[in-house]
Nanobody
């Protein structure tokens, strides 16, 4: 069974940093494009960042470009998201998934940016 276990979220002040992790199992991670998504309260799920199979190509939504960095460890089957200079509007539950998506989704990790 496919599993995604996101961790690393928390409460941080504006301008702070967090590093999210996503441990995966049940599919061939090293052959999968991977994504980070987020869902803010009352909003739909938003694609935040994408990374190629070898990790040599990445794409970010405009609002996080230059602040977030997606990376991966194919030996560990783990996806990461380094988030710097966090803003209040980054507050959301963050999820990872492969491209195309697998079901079920993980529980996500809550990121709250507030002073």
């Amino acid at each position: 069974q496919v599993q995604f276990v996101e961790s690393g979220g928390g409460l941080v002040e504006p301008g702070g940093s967090l590093r999210l992790s996503c441990a995966t199992s049940g599919f061939i991670f090293s052959r999968s494009f991977m994504n980070w998504y987020r869902q803010a309260p009352g909003m739909g799920r938003e694609l935040v960042a994408w990374i190629s199979i070898e990790g040599d190509s990445t794409t970010y939504t405009r609002s996080v470009k230059g602040r977030f960095t997606i990376s991966r460890d194919n030996d560990k089957g783990t996806l990461y998201l380094q988030m710097n200079n966090l803003r209040v509007e980054d507050t959301a539950v963050y999820y990872c998934n492969a491209q195309p998506n697998y079901a079920p989704w993980g529980q996500g990790t809550q990121v709250t940016v507030s002073s």
